[in-house]
């Protein structure tokens, strides 16, 4: 063999040669594949995400805020004189087996079967309603369909609490033993004031209140913190060491310190408590349950907003809005606090926001009190009319 063709010879096996490795090569890699990442339109027709093969596994999905829930108001119609829109409900309180109503006015209502007198604003006989219990639980629970008629209550005051100049009625009650206290308000051309008044009650076999007497002494003035139209002591509180008064307005631009009066349960002033910066109003409280905790409404009315301007709204800050109150101009909701070591504070919980109605409809909520475990008994005052409802505790 020459030299030609020997160089011929070798040229054709490292021809082979490289053939047969790229061979081996390509069969590796088909082998593979399996492994591979998925081709990105093929995963896509299957509906997979097609995510980097250098994604952290480890980092967190984003994750929406939970919608915050609103609880609708139960309406409990109501029958008789406490229907009517001049009962003006200003506080709603319990004593035993009764739900109190306290009008704002008592002597607007005489005899059960007479008529309303919207003029006897500063009549010292009248009456407040009383709602058993029993009957507002069948209402709720659908085992009875008529509304609910409050029994009379006879109210008597003395002329040392219904004469006070500028006379504007009552606005809270709560019961302490064999004393029944009530806050009244005054209103003349220097100021708004409040005052606290004490009495006493009397009750039938079955311990049902049938008539209230305050005393005849005069009724002790409380310091208000700010001088706002028609705003004064919305609520009273019966805890181990005294009585707590409660303002009405507690906004960080009209009221930046709030502070609310301590007294002894012989109407002595003791001393004053911080209360927190709180916008819009409070208009009543429950009892305190075992924990030293109760409930307080808290309401703007948007008409308030001149007299009472609002500041940042840290209560939705901090827990966020309902459907309803991210739409509409109203704030209809209760709010947790706590009272403990002679201090009030927020508790660490969601307020119950209620269900709105509508952009034009604002229910003014006077009166509020526990029904045990179930959730709270409400009451409006004029506005928009006399309702009475019941709000279901959150579960």
Not at 36 to 46: L, M, N, V
Not at 64 to 78: D, T
Not at 90 to 115: H, V
Not at 139 to 158: C, N
């Amino acid at each position: 063999m020459n030299r030609s063709s020997i160089r011929i010879l070798l040229a054709v096996l490292v021809a082979a040669l490289v053939l047969a490795l790229l061979w081996q090569a390509r069969a590796g890699r088909e082998a593979v594949a399996p492994d591979a990442a998925p081709d990105a339109a093929a995963t896509s027709a299957a509906g997979v995400d097609p995510t980097p093969a250098d994604a952290s596994a480890d980092a967190p999905a984003a994750m929406s805020p939970a919608p915050v829930a609103e609880v609708a108001v139960q309406p409990l119609p109501l029958a008789g004189p406490a229907a009517d829109r001049l009962a003006e409900f200003s506080s709603l309180t319990r004593y035993g087996n009764d739900f109190i109503l306290l009008p704002q006015y008592p002597g607007r209502f005489g005899d059960a079967a007479a008529p309303v007198v919207e003029e006897a604003t500063t009549k010292g006989e009248g009456q407040l309603f009383a709602l058993a219990v029993d009957d507002v639980l069948a209402r709720i629970d659908g085992q009875s369909a008529e509304p609910l008629t409050p029994r009379p209550v006879a109210f008597k005051a003395p002329e040392s609490v219904t004469g006070l100049k500028g006379f504007e009625g009552f606005e809270a009650i709560a019961f302490l033993e064999d004393q029944v206290f009530l806050t009244v308000e005054t209103q003349d051309d220097e100021r708004t004031r409040g005052f606290v008044v004490s009495g006493s009650f009397e009750v039938d076999d079955a311990d049902h209140i049938t008539s209230i007497q305050l005393d005849e002494r005069a009724p002790l003035e409380i310091p208000l913190p700010a001088n706002l139209d028609n705003m004064s002591l919305e609520s009273l509180l019966v805890t181990p060491s005294g009585l707590l008064t409660f303002f009405e307005a507690n906004g960080a631009k009209v009221n930046p310190q709030p502070l609310d009066q301590r007294l002894g349960f012989d109407l002595s002033l003791k001393d004053q408590l911080p209360f927190p910066v709180l916008e819009y109003r409070i208009t009543d409280a429950t009892e305190l349950d075992a924990d030293g905790c109760f409930w307080a409404i808290n309401y703007r009315f948007p008409g308030d907003d001149e007299t009472l301007p609002p500041a940042e709204d840290a209560i939705a800050a901090r827990w966020g809005q309902g459907p309803t109150h991210a739409t509409f101009p109203q704030v209809e909701r209760l709010i947790p606090l706590c009272y403990a070591d002679g201090r009030l504070n927020l508790a660490d919980r969601a307020p119950i926001q209620l269900q709105l109605v509508d952009a034009e409809t604002s229910r003014n909520w006077e009166g509020i009190e526990r029904l045990d475990d179930r959730g709270f008994l409400l009451v409006t005052d004029k506005f928009p009319g006399t309702e009475l409802g019941f709000v279901a505790a959150p579960r």
